[in-house]
């Protein structure tokens, strides 16, 4: 459809400049632009938005007066429209149908309309000559006009060939007569077009036995009709939402031929209205779910709204892309601009109108999510007026019921009286996230809680049992090995995301042993065992794309990868180790796939049988011949292969070899060790060997580029520790060594001069915590630390390298102490807090970063210093206030359901 251009609306240049920043070129995109989007431009104050309302109020004149008069003269219209001859019940047909279903640009659609043009029937019967007699009706409108109407007449009164015209039984037809007059204010349609579409969904032959009624919702849920029906609501509404009260009036001034609440049923069934308490609103998609169905992750644009939405600062973000704050401010506004109307933009009337905090409007609102509220605050300005009886009753909006019962709530303290146990459970676990509970000690939290907050104990007396049983399969709630449970608030986008799960197919191994290979990832969601890991994983697999194999979560903490069974797994496993001792198998068992195997009667079954003078035996085969030197020739291009990577060597280079070859005889015969889980160029001697000439033989050694397997790996794990300890490498950044050569070279430091700056730390005996950036000050003069270069990391993995130091890790940071046993978050906090006074939650995590150079959270100190006592001795804010905002700050972040259910109880 040809568009027209912005130009022809003789805007000002500041308006037209507003509107092609935010991509806006013609009339069309104007007119599908909220007003109030144009308003947040930069240079689009009051008066230009008043020139812009104005422009769009007289388009069709503006549009008319400046439009040159295209061609009139000489011209054909296409010579494959259908045929201009029509039946009296096509013309009658026609007759009930508006231009406006033409669909037509703006300068055809305004010249017939002038002419007098107002219906199908009157365009259709148009000659070629007619169309040459309409004044200002160039070349271009008549063939645009021509196309529609040929458009349409193919859509509405064009039928397949298996519906003969003449043979359709005349009760049916009949029927379908009835059913498209009774449609008529909804949907306009033909009768025979109604009959196809019956025919298509096999509802034609049901029309005479059903009840009309039914046949008729039937017809209301025909993919067809979707977006007429749709058009129709969006029609009564406005902006796509109407109250009950506002809609029962509209549909019965349409004085429909059947009941409204058929059609109204048929609505909320096919998903294009929903329903919020007396509030109707148009299916639309929300910021999460448009940002995971239509958003390119890999648009830079993109990926800095979603991180705004996700409620990152403009700081952070702009520190992650080397942004001003300003500039990532633009690119969010602009981003937001491009999205289509979605479902938080229902909310942005009482968002622009009062002065509300995130957790109020939320709270307001159950319905909004925090990225909602998020998303609301970039597209539009919050309002300036506070929430008030008073200023209640002057707001006309729509959500003024809604705002009414919030604010009733509030004054009221209605949250005692309406305050569910599911939701009483999860303030409970919130507010000790921190601290694993077993289930006797939940239930004497809970009535604590209860008690000291005054809730009504008979209303919330729950059962354990029952609890515990829920807990075990909600979202959020973990059980660690110990079977204590806990809030924990990981992120299992980041499991699913970081975590290569393509690594365990066809196993079945535990969650411990992905807790093992994925420590790092463990550390930063606060997952604290396999048995905790186990529980987020069971309660996100819906976020896992079964398209590439299943999982399955057995019984805690066994999870069965792919095609796999523990029988079939325990002889591939023994047919690479035999001949094996009883002890040694089910230690490689283990250790393999992360399984108690002592005791578990499917594995000492399906090895049972081959076990022989005290060692398990099973005949394996070699490499066969004719593979042996492709396979040969395969492992030389690596000395390191671990199992998964063997095993799809095999499959790719062997042909006449099974897997079963791969075991301990066969590998030897090759010149290769195969250990539990890896296997290694025998030339090498040992593991020890084979890591000090591929890894620890280079200047510099980057940990993170390394293979994930590799530094899990025990063998590697002592050999790092004893490069370390022995001065053989500096940890000179977070996971960069350089040998001592190169610490040589580039700081000029040699071993002795190393030793050296170890011996300080006596030093500091008077301080029980310290590192590199704490301690820099005081001795950043001395000729030694000046070759440093200022990295005061390197000075702080210097200081640990030896074993009368201890650390701890702490959120982008290193914290020594000469007594391991203090080393703990708490007591580093009271350490602060004995220097420099007691302080806020807020205060504290400031000057602990600025200490020790940490990124450290608050909440992370509360939780600690709330779980090992030492809150009132460390800091000045209220335990009670911090905890309820806490857990209201948690509970926001869950879905209703996940807590306003009662029938477990």
């Known amino acids: 459809m040809a568009e027209t251009p912005i130009e022809q609306l003789q805007l000002s240049v500041r308006a037209r400049n507003v509107l092609r920043r935010m991509g806006i070129y013609s009339v069309e995109e104007l007119l599908s632009t909220p007003i109030e989007n144009i308003a947040q431009q930069r240079n689009a104050g009051q008066k230009t938005i008043d020139e812009i309302r104005c422009a769009i109020a007289h388009k069709d004149i503006i549009v008319e007066d400046v439009v040159v008069s295209e061609e009139s003269s000489n011209y054909r219209l296409p010579e494959n429209n259908i045929s201009m001859s029509f039946s009296d019940e096509q013309l009658y047909e026609m007759s009930k149908h508006s231009i406006t279903e033409l669909g037509l640009s703006t300068r055809p659609y305004n010249i017939l309309y002038r002419e007098g043009y107002s219906t199908i029937e009157d365009v259709a019967q148009l000659s070629e000559a007619d169309f040459g007699k309409i004044k200002k009706l160039g070349r271009k409108s008549a063939v645009e006009i021509q196309e529609s109407i040929d458009s349409w007449i193919r859509e509405n009164l064009v039928f397949r060939n298996d519906i003969p015209r003449d043979d359709i039984d005349s009760n049916i037809k009949a029927i379908l007569q009835k059913l498209t007059m009774d449609l008529e204010p909804i949907v306009r349609i033909y009768w025979r077009r109604l009959a196809e579409y019956m025919k298509s969904a096999d509802l034609d032959e049901q029309i005479l036995t059903n009840d009309y009624d039914e046949a008729l919702k039937e017809i209301l849920l025909l993919p067809q009709f979707r977006k007429e029906i749709t058009n129709f609501w969006e029609s009564i509404s406005n902006q796509g939402v109407i109250t009950e009260v506002m809609m029962v009036t509209a549909l019965n001034d349409l004085k429909l031929g059947f009941q409204p609440s058929i059609l109204l049923n048929a609505a909320l069934e096919s998903k294009i209205i929903t329903r919020y308490k007396d509030v109707f609103m148009l299916s639309r998609d929300t910021v999460f779910e448009l940002f995971n169905k239509e958003c390119d992750p890999n648009d830079r644009a993109f990926q800095i709204l979603q991180l705004r939405v996700a409620g990152e600062t403009f700081q952070d973000i702009g520190s992650v892309y080397s942004l001003t704050r300003e500039r990532v401010r633009q690119i969010c506004i602009r981003a937001v601009c491009k999205l289509p109307l979605l479902f938080e933009d229902y909310f942005h009337e009482p968002y622009t109108y009062f002065h509300l905090s995130k957790t109020e409007f939320c709270r307001a609102f159950p319905q909004m999510t925090e990225e909602g509220y998020e998303f609301l605050s970039i597209r539009y300005i919050r309002g300036k007026v506070e929430l008030t009886s008073e200023s209640l009753n002057k707001y006309t909006g729509l959500w003024k019921e809604q705002l009414d019962e919030y604010l009733c709530e509030k004054k009221e303290g209605n949250e005692r009286r309406k305050i569910t146990k599911t939701e009483m459970v999860m303030r409970v676990l919130i507010s000790n996230a921190d601290n694993p509970l077993s289930l006797d000690e939940f239930a004497d939290e809970y009535y604590n809680y209860i008690e000291r907050k005054d809730y009504p104990i008979n209303r919330l007396k729950i059962n354990l049992r029952s609890v515990g049983n829920y807990l075990r399969n909600s979202k959020g709630i973990v059980f660690n090995k110990n079977n204590k449970v806990r809030f924990c608030d990981a992120d299992p986008h980041v499991i699913w995301t970081e975590i290569d799960f393509n690594q365990y197919k066809n196993t079945v191994i535990s969650s411990e042993l992905i807790f093992r290979d994925y420590q790092d990832i463990m550390e930063e969601l606060d997952i604290r065992d396999g048995y905790e890991l186990f529980y987020v994983i069971k309660s996100s697999l819906h976020m896992w794309g079964e398209e590439q194999f299943t999982i399955r979560c057995r019984r805690v903490p066994i999870i069965v990868m792919g095609d796999a069974s523990e029988e079939m797994q325990a002889i591939r496993l023994l047919k690479e180790l035999s001949p094996v001792t009883y002890l040694d198998y089910f230690e490689a068992y283990e250790e393999r796939y992360g399984v108690r195997a002592q005791g578990n009667s499917v594995i000492a079954d399906a090895v049972g049988a081959y076990y022989v003078d005290g060692k398990y035996v099973i005949d394996a085969p070699i490499v066969n011949e004719n593979d042996v030197q492709s396979v040969c020739e395969a492992l030389q291009k690596k000395p390191l292969w671990f199992i998964e990577d063997i095993e799809n060597l095999f499959a790719r280079v062997c042909k006449y070899t099974t897997h079963d070859a791969i075991n301990a005889v066969a590998f ?81 430091l040699s071993v002795n001069e190393i030793r050296e700056i170890q011996g300080m730390v006596s030093l500091f005996k008077d301080k029980p915590f310290f590192n590199g950036r ?56 009271e350490w602060i807090s004995s220097v420099y006074g007691v302080m806020t939650v807020k205060s504290l995590e400031k000057k602990f970063n600025e200490i020790f150079g940490t990124r450290i959270r608050a909440d992370k100190i509360a939780e600690k210093l709330r779980t090992s006592g030492s809150w009132d001795k460390v800091v000045t804010d209220s335990m009670d206030e911090y905890i309820d905002n806490l857990v209201d700050e948690g509970i926001s972040s869950m879905e209703v359901d996940d807590f306003f259910q009662e029938e477990f109880f």
């Open 668 to 748: 030897r015969r090759m010149g290769y060790i195969l250990n539990t889980s890896y296997a290694y160029d025998a030339s090498y001697g040992t593991a020890l060997n084979l890591f000090d000439r591929i890894v620890f033989s280079q200047d510099i050694v980057d940990l993170s580029l390394l293979d994930r397997r590799i530094l899990n790996l025990g063998m590697f794990a002592a050999a790092l520790d004893k490069n370390k300890k022995s001065l053989e490498y500096i940890e000179t950044a977070p996971k960069i060594l350089m040998s001592k050569a190169k610490v040589y070279e580039v700081y000029g």
């Open 774 to 829: 704490s301690i820099w000050s005081e001795i950043e003069n001395l000729s030694i630390i000046q070759k440093l270069q200022g990295n005061d990391w390197m000075l702080t993995c210097i200081m640990r390298q030896q074993e009368a130091v201890g650390s701890l890790s702490v959120a982008g940071g290193i914290i020594l102490s000469l007594e391991n046993t203090l080393l703990k978050i708490s007591q580093i906090c």
